[in-house]
């Protein structure tokens, strides 16, 4: 099947069709599927937090609560990738195994592969398959492994950290940069103890919402829906422009760490052979002219050299 025909396969109800559009956007294909998409709408949600925090608990109850009203669901996992195949270790998702029957509901794992941030590089042109296929809404989770660089707010609105009562969690999140891409906080497994002083160190820390959720037994569920929907109706021009703005930097970022000339640039740099500034402007494309003088600038080269 040509790109044409799987797309008409996916819209017409073939998952099968769905996967191989998924795989397409995760390999050398993008650029071509992207091609003959038009862009549609659909929600984002993200959801991310600490291993064992209770993630895919979460968004199983999220997408049954979501089918209730009707809506097609498509949830992303992007999981760590496999030092062997490069594939997604975590691609069971036995917590969400309730819903793999359902025609309205897909699953899909995706590999890291290395991106910083814990999103794969494949998710926003995923993103955009599952819009031109009718999708009402994607659920995105993430490795949840606390990176330096977040980059789930810049896919997501809003987005979901979930917490565990008790052991420092709150602390811990906050080290790690969870609570600085928080739209709503959920503080998850409610019912054990320390909950209580879990939330209170939350709001201590930030002033997004807290939520409380034992997910597995779907109380709490009612107040978190109507936070998300609370969120979405709020959203703006100018965060969704901000949004667009972090992802195409990722993105960019992403691209210049496979460029073919980086590792040569990067011995010539370690050897004295040539400036950072000048390997930067490089590896962006510039002018030789430019690049000389703008290392000179910043005071790299002496007058002449």
Do not use: C, F, W
Request: negative net charge; glycine residues 10%.
């Amino acid at each position: 099947m040509n790109i044409l025909e799987n797309v008409a396969a996916a819209r017409a109800g073939s998952l099968r069709a769905v996967g191989r559009l998924l795989s397409m956007a995760e390999g050398a294909g993008r650029g071509e599927l992207l091609a003959v998409l038009e862009p549609a709408p659909i929600r984002v949600l993200g959801v991310t937090g600490p291993p064992g925090a209770g993630k895919s608990t979460t968004i199983g109850a999220l997408v049954g609560a979501y089918r209730e009203r009707g809506l097609r669901v498509a949830v992303l996992a992007v999981d760590p990738s496999s030092p062997y195949s490069g594939g997604a270790l975590l691609g069971d998702r036995i917590r969400m195994a309730a819903h793999t029957t359902d025609p309205g509901v897909l699953i899909r794992s995706l590999a890291a592969r290395g991106h910083l941030g814990g999103l794969s590089a494949a998710v926003p042109a995923a993103v955009r398959v599952l819009a031109a296929l009718g999708y009402d809404l994607v659920l995105l989770e993430t490795v949840g492994v606390g990176q330096s660089e977040i980059e789930i707010a810049a896919v997501a609105d809003p987005t979901l950290v979930v917490l565990t009562p008790g052991a420092g969690d709150a602390v811990q999140a906050a080290k790690a940069g969870l609570l600085e891409v928080a739209d709503l906080l959920v503080v998850n497994k409610a019912d054990r103890d320390g909950a209580e002083q879990t939330v209170r160190e939350l709001r201590q820390e930030t002033d997004v919402p807290v939520l409380t959720l034992v997910a597995s037994r779907g109380e709490g569920l009612p107040a978190l829906l109507d936070a998300i929907d609370a969120h979405h109706r709020a959203d703006t021009a100018a965060r969704r422009t901000a949004r667009a703005h972090a992802q195409i930097l990722s993105l960019a970022q992403s691209r210049l760490r496979e460029h073919p000339d980086l590792a040569a640039l990067a011995a010539d740099v370690a050897q004295g052979r040539r400036d950072p500034y000048t390997a930067a402007e490089l590896l962006l494309g510039g002018t030789e002219d430019a690049r000389t003088e703008d290392a000179r600038a910043a005071g790299v080269l002496r007058p002449g050299s």
